[in-house]
């Protein structure tokens, strides 16, 4: 059984930089074709995807993003971080991580994690 | 990239069949079968209904079914039912490498 859970700050303040971590379970991101991303959903508003990175170390991130995003891997830990600098208020949202699959759709999805950026 | 353009309700009788559109340019949409369909409840994570177009993930009812035309995807609900009433969202890869969802379409089971 796959399951995926990210885990991070509740708050944060803004000009901070927010840390995420995905911990997932089920499958390895050493085996070739998996891939795992992220995407955020401020409150009642639409789902965004923010990046993604594969097996072989690939990293895709969303354009309007990359300058403030960074993904990395852990293997030995089972966990995908997802750095995004400079927060700010509108950052607000909930984070999901998701893994990839090779026909470019999520399943399954973690629980997600409420980020709030306020002073 | 632009969010792909999904109405904002769509509300049916329960029985009767409901479609949502998802519009998209030929960077996403049109030039790509990797659009994927789904649902989301208030409070809990989305759940993939449909992949690359017209696939059902294994334990989704085939009430669920999708298919695209230019850059435009549907998804329609057929046999709609009271648990069918949530968001849902399409999604698609873009020709930057990356992903696009839908506005998103809150589905009202009258």
């Known amino acids: 059984q796959v399951t995926l859970k990210e885990s991070g700050p509740a708050l944060v303040k803004p000009t901070q930089t927010l840390t995420l971590t995905c911990t997932f379970s089920?499958?390895?991101?050493?085996?070739?074709?998996?891939?795992v991303s992220w995407i955020r959903q401020p409150p009642g508003k639409a789902l965004e995807w923010l990046a993604r990175?594969?097996?072989?170390?690939?990293?895709f991130y969303n354009t309007s993003l990359k300058t403030r995003l960074t993904i990395s891997k852990d293997i030995s830990k089972n966990q995908v971080v997802l750095t995004m600098t400079n927060m700010d208020p509108v950052d607000t949202a909930t984070y999901y991580c998701?893994?990839?699959?090779?026909?470019?759709?999520?399943?399954?999805w973690g629980q997600g994690t409420l980020v709030t950026v306020s002073s | 990239q632009s969010a792909l353009t999904q109405p904002a309700s769509v509300s049916g009788s329960p029985g009767q069949s409901i479609t949502i559109s998802c519009t998209g340019t030929?960077?996403?949409?049109?030039?790509?079968?990797?659009v994927s369909w789904y649902q989301q409840h208030p409070g809990k994570a989305p759940k993939v209904m449909i992949f690359?177009?017209?696939n059902r993930p294994s334990g989704v009812s085939n009430r669920f079914s999708g298919s695209k035309s230019g850059n435009t995807a549907s998804l329609t609900i057929s046999g709609l039912q009271a648990e069918d009433e949530a968001d849902y969202y399409c999604?698609?890869?873009?020709?930057?490498?990356?992903?696009?969802f839908g506005t998103g379409t809150k589905v009202t089971v009258l």
């Open positions: 998701a893994r990839n699959r090779w026909g470019h759709w999520f399943d399954p």
């Open positions: 089920g499958f390895s991101l050493t085996t070739s074709g998996m891939r």
């Open positions: 990175i594969d097996w072989d170390d690939d990293k």
């Open positions: 030929s960077s996403d949409v049109g030039g790509y079968n990797y």
């Open positions: 690359e177009v017209s």
């Open positions: 999604s698609s890869y873009t020709s930057s490498s990356s992903y696009v």
